[in-house]
């Protein structure tokens, strides 16, 4: 691919939802920045995930990177979220997958 400063890419992320029919596959997209760095790798960034950057030597494997880092960022977040909610409460939290 030809690069100037930048160019956007959109990653889908495949997960599977089960169901009474079986699995299915489902999708989440995300719009991805790669840039050229000096150094001749791909950097690889999620503008709507702050802090959510990978790179690779090559298009292919910075895309296959960022949907690791992705994943990584978004079970992360949760995380934080999970470990702030206040301690004495009659309800749990319920675990969904999307």
């Known amino acids: 691919m030809l690069y100037d400063d930048f160019y956007w890419a959109i990653l889908k992320i495949k997960q599977i939802k089960f169901n009474s029919a079986g699995p299915r596959e489902k999708k989440m997209i995300f719009h991805v920045v790669?840039?050229?760095?000096?150094?001749?790798?791909?950097?690889?960034e999620v503008p709507a995930?702050?802090?959510?950057v990978s790179q690779g030597k090559d298009d292919?494997?910075?895309?296959e990177n960022i949907k690791e880092a992705i994943t990584a960022w978004l079970w992360a977040e949760d995380q934080k979220?999970?470990?702030?909610?206040?301690k004495k409460t009659k309800r749990q939290p319920i675990v969904v997958a999307v």
């Open 34 to 44: 790669l840039e050229k760095a000096e150094d001749g790798w791909i950097v690889a």
């Open 81 to 86: 979220a999970v470990a702030n909610l206040p």
């Open 60 to 63: 292919k494997e910075a895309l």
């Open 49 to 52: 995930l702050p802090g959510c």
